[in-house]
């Protein structure tokens, strides 16, 4: 069936650190992508998404584009900032949106 | 429209009690979706309606459960004969058609002791 698999965290950065979260899937057909984002005590909020194939999402500097040949969705940022401390989930969506397990990410000041 | 809402955010319960909680989706969505996420996991998917029809369920829902969407607005979800094993967030998100992302509630944190 579909899955998503995601780095494992928590992942630590120090502010201004370049970010990579990586993100592969498995699906039978041609799923949208998402990258979701749940600060702490806040639900999940949509951080951005890509319908198909090499299509780039992005958002408050964070992008991730769909590679359909690694079947890969990575989330980067070039810039982190303390504000960006949350929990990360990548997502896929064929008729309902299936996540991965989250990645922590802590950034140090 | 405020989103989508959940209550009670928070449910402390014995087991073998019953508990329902209720979501309220963004007025104009016609899909309502029901999430479990248990601690260091992502939200695993419950249930889903279209309108007040239910039309698909995990095999994670087990016959304890049972989720209703009576008049294609509200839903509420409710477990009977809780146990430890239950306790979790329970996140509804409500969507218009398929094509469009979901907006999720904040969730109900049930804790069965």
């Known amino acids: 069936g579909n899955s998503v698999t995601q780095m494992e965290g928590p992942v630590t950065l120090s502010e201004e650190a370049f970010l990579t979260i990586n993100c592969t899937y498995t699906?039978?057909?041609?799923?949208?992508l998402f990258w979701y984002v749940q600060y702490p005590g806040e639900g999940l909020q949509l951080l951005l998404k890509a319908t198909k194939a090499d299509d780039k999402g992005s958002n408050k500097g964070f992008e991730a584009t769909y590679r359909k040949e690694t079947t890969s969705f990575h989330l980067e940022k070039g810039s982190v900032q303390v504000s960006d401390s949350a929990v990360y989930f990548c997502?896929?969506?064929?008729?309902?949106?299936?996540f991965g397990k989250g990645t922590r990410l802590h950034i140090l000041p | 429209d405020t989103g989508v809402s959940q209550d009670p955010r928070h449910k402390i319960t014995k087991r073998g009690q019953n508990v329902t909680f209720r979501c309220d989706p963004i007025s104009e969505h016609n899909r309502l979706y029901w999430y479990r996420q248990t601690l260091g996991q992502g939200p695993e998917f419950l249930t889903y309606f279209q309108n007040e029809a239910q039309l698909e369920k995990s095999r994670l829902l087990s016959d304890r459960f049972s989720a209703e969407r009576p008049k294609g607005s509200f839903s509420t979800l409710e477990i009977q004969r809780t146990e430890q094993g239950d306790s979790a967030m329970y996140l509804c998100?409500?969507?218009?058609?398929?094509?469009?992302?979901?907006?999720f509630g904040s969730g109900t944190r049930l804790t069965v002791v």
């Open positions: 998100a409500s969507s218009f058609g398929d094509k469009y992302g979901y907006t």
């Open positions: 997502a896929l969506k064929d008729d309902k949106i299936i």
């Open positions: 699906a039978t057909g041609y799923p949208s």
